[in-house]
């Protein structure tokens, strides 16, 4: 064999090898997570998460795709927390107070009812008073990592009959969830947990008079103006919303940390200008609702002053003694005096 051809023959074998090397490196480098998120196809959520992923990716220089599920594609909604606990896809977007009842601390990383009257407070609650490490704390035992939250401003009440004053809404049957359903129960509410798809038919059917469901322009482009001709504002059961990315432990502990970064830097953008997009259309939407011959009603600031004892009481009754839920509220309540919130 000639020099040039050992020379040629060797090279090729050190090309061949750092090709080898190469491909399982890229390959590591590539990550496609499964996303299923809370909202309906087409619905104005539902675009803001699409444009969570296209962020990640973008961040990521395409090598961290995800691809996204509208609520209930891949499986029932309620079934969405065991389903990444158990690894069936890596992510979802979701309300802690769906799983409150089992896991009190998450009455109270979702929303407090007759508490912080601005998202810009619950947000600061998050991240400068220390809740996004309790949150964390509160799923660590699932398996689950709290990525980060999307913080927005109050949902109102769709009601079948007027609600002028808080105290209309003893006897009435309504639909809420989480903390809000504790809060709302010590008002004299008859409450129904239903799936927020489940929201329109039982208004519609008079399974219900009133129902939280989700913010006001969603719930417009759900059609419960053709169902519920009152629109109670603010919303006291739900002031401020916090719904929340959450990751399979095992799948967020493989991604390399710029990817995991890439995942809060997303989530806050996302949070910002949802926030916003849903500050502006809240203003638009209420005369498209007029224009379906709703009437809006606007609740007296003194009267919900009044009734917030009764709803802070309810706060502790719903950590049922559990030590994380109750040093969660008790910062949110320490937070709150400091803000002139509560007195």
């Not at 020379?7 to 080898?20: E, R, S, W």
């Amino acid at each position: 064999m000639t020099l040039d051809r050992r020379i040629v023959l060797k090279g090729a074998a050190v090309a061949a090898a750092a090709t080898g090397l190469a491909a399982p490196a890229l390959a590591q480098n590539q990550v496609k997570w499964r996303m299923q998120a809370l909202w309906d196809p087409g619905t104005t959520p539902q675009k803001f998460e699409e444009r969570f992923v296209k962020r990640v990716g973008e961040l990521t220089g395409g090598k961290f795709t995800i691809d996204l599920f509208a609520g209930g594609q891949i499986v029932p909604a309620a079934q969405a927390f065991d389903a990444v606990r158990g690894g069936a896809f890596e992510m979802m977007k979701t309300f802690d107070g769906y799983e409150a009842g089992k896991i009190p601390a998450f009455a109270f990383t979702s929303t407090i009812p007759f508490g912080f009257p601005e998202s810009d407070q619950f947000e600061a609650w998050f991240y400068e008073m220390g809740g996004l490490e309790m949150a964390r704390e509160a799923y660590a035992p699932a398996g689950l990592v709290y990525v980060a939250p999307t913080i927005y401003g109050q949902e109102p009440i769709h009601s079948k009959v007027p609600i002028t004053r808080i105290a209309d809404l003893a006897g009435k049957k309504g639909r809420f969830v989480g903390l809000a359903s504790a809060v709302m129960a010590a008002f004299g509410v008859s409450v129904s947990p239903l799936p927020t798809g489940e929201v329109y038919s039982a208004l519609d059917k008079g399974v219900i008079d009133i129902a939280d469901r989700g913010d006001l322009t969603a719930n417009f482009e759900a059609g419960l103006a053709e169902v519920a001709k009152h629109v109670v504002l603010p919303g006291v059961h739900q002031p401020t919303t916090a719904t929340s990315y959450v990751a399979n432990r095992r799948a967020h502990d493989a991604l390399p940390a710029e990817f995991k970064a890439a995942l809060t830097v997303a989530a806050r953008e996302i949070s910002t200008s949802l926030r916003q997009h849903i500050l502006v259309q809240d203003v638009l939407v209420l005369d498209k609702y007029k224009a379906k011959g709703c009437t809006i009603h606007m609740l007296d600031g003194a009267d919900i002053l009044a009734n917030r004892p009764k709803a802070v009481a309810a706060w502790q009754a719903a950590t049922k003694d559990n030590a994380l839920a109750k040093k969660i509220i008790g910062s949110q309540i320490d937070f709150m005096k400091k803000l002139g919130v509560l007195a």
